[in-house]
């Protein structure tokens, strides 16, 4: 390559990336972006390109690079600069002033300043930048030693793999410095996450600060980096070097450095320190995320300093913590639900109870180990709360109350028999739950034809809940293969079913027949097969009967699957049953990867709802274009669209995005979105 070319180039990647950290600054920092995720992926993949035509150009800091690491064997123990310290907490305003009264004892003053933080519920990390580029990142562990878990820190796009070059209020950034923070997972993130790990058949995060603590230890940054965590920094080491005199000022310093810092609040006096946790307590469901209490830290560094520690925690700081959202009501009943792969799941039904303005009235209670650790009874008063997760769980039994009661309670058995079809229920060696074994199932059924016609899987719109139920009741369909058989005149004869429906029903079936073959791995129910491995399967052995002829050798080597996800698949295709049910579908179905042209475009897997009238095309029209391009259409707005495309006169899909929170973008954006592609 000539030299000025080369000078060219690397004048053109450094712009890019200049605009990438831009607009990661926006999205992952500010929570403000400006460019749709699509743009933003589309800038990725440029600088992917003009990187590839200079490999020498690629620096460790380009965005880029944040996924770069290969899995590990183990994690590393890493020895702390400094001890991280934990926090004293306290539980009430009366704690908080005992804490207020020692350190204006200690400090020989009348009153104190401080600083008052949101106390992000996650994961303590250190990171350490060496010459201003990120080097180390190490998780808390024990406050001494901690875990290296730098490659994984990499993928987290609110952590500057640089420092910019700012001027750091009176001084100039030293080159080497040390940043602490909280690694968090949002709540969107979290439900998307554990919604993706049902589909799976794995156990769900507990709540986002487990789902934050388990992904950021993670042997494969791969993996990591769907996660999608975030960081939230409090603390700049090395300020002895940085002459920071105050809290606030170490708190703009990280802004200004590029860091995220908790939402914080200046306070001349502990009554105003106070007010910011009363003010918090009644906003934090309004947060992107979750907090649990309040930081409250001597303003002055000097002070700080002056004060010192304890053996375990600082004496000049101390955590303010909420109570957790509870509420106290009775177990009316406990029933069980039989799911897709025969798990039988008790669910408590509650008396309707408010937490934290979210009416509660039923509650997983996992399976029989649990119940028997709650030593929970039909009729029991118990603590719900409702942490992160969506699902609220059943904490305890108030067994004081058990004494009014007593002659109500039931002692609850689980069902020895399937509660749907009657069949044989057994427990597997070495797992919690009982399962149905019955193939047949009618619950099984169900719930296997819901998955199939889910939207991750074939996306069949229309085939809701009600009519899988009329469809299997009335003995219509008896597998996923018979859906392909239904016509519209067996659905319009079915209640409630009008001509109209039905066709569309039938027209919904019929291009559900033209998915990807990953969809129809994910659709099929495999245990542990999730979306993410149905693509790698997919890509991997390019039809549905390679996959089934692979041996379990074959199947291991493909990445991500270990000797449990691929006995699951293998054992799956040599079942007699499952073996009909795929030549039945073979009729109707591809079993043959399509191009992928679909795959990499700018709206593969894009969802999009349209209101109001377009210049250039009708609704059809414009739903083709978008089918077309990969992306797909549905009718009503929900948290899962990623855009609504808003034309003349929209209607009330409209004020639903907004209120989502929705991208709403125009045609012209829209035609741009499709010439992309
Ligand atoms: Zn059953």
Redesign the pocket.
Known sequence: MKTATKASLKQQIEKLRERIRHHEHLYYVLDAPEISDAEFDRLMERLKQLEAQGPDLITPDSPTQRVGGKPREGLVQVRHSVQMLSLDNTYSEEELRDFDRRVRQGAGKKKVEYVAELKLDGMSMAVHYENRMLAKAVTRGDGRMGEDVTENARTIRALPLSLAEAPLTAARLPADLEVRGEVIMTQKAFVRLNEEREQAGLSRFANPRNAAAGSIRMLEPGIVAKRHLNYVAYMLLDKGHVPLAEQIQVLEALTTLGFKASPHQFCSDIDEALEFCREWEKKRDSLPYEIDGIVIKVNSIALQDELGTTAKAPRWAVAYKYAARQAVTRVLDIRVH?GRT?TLTPVAILEPVAIGGVTVSRSTLHNEDEIRRLGLKIGDAVVVERGGDVIPKVVRVETSERAKHAHKLREFAMPKQ??????K?VREEGEVAWR?I?VN????LKESIRHFASRKAMDINGLGEALVDQLVDSGLIRDVADIYRLNEETLANLERMGRKSAQNRIAEIEKSREKPLDRLIFALGIRFIGERTATLLADHFGSLDQLEKASLEELEAVSEVGPKVATSIHSFFREPRNQQLLEDLRKYIQFEQKKRAVKGTALAGKSFVLTGTLEKYTREEAKDKIEQAGGHVTSSVSKKTDYVVAGADPGSKLDKAQALGIKVIGEKELEELLSKS
Not at 418 to 423: A, L, M, N, R, T
Not at 441 to 444: E, G, L, S, V, W
């Open positions: 039989v025969g399937c509660p749907v079809c009657g069949g229920v149905c019955n199932c009618p619950a099984r």
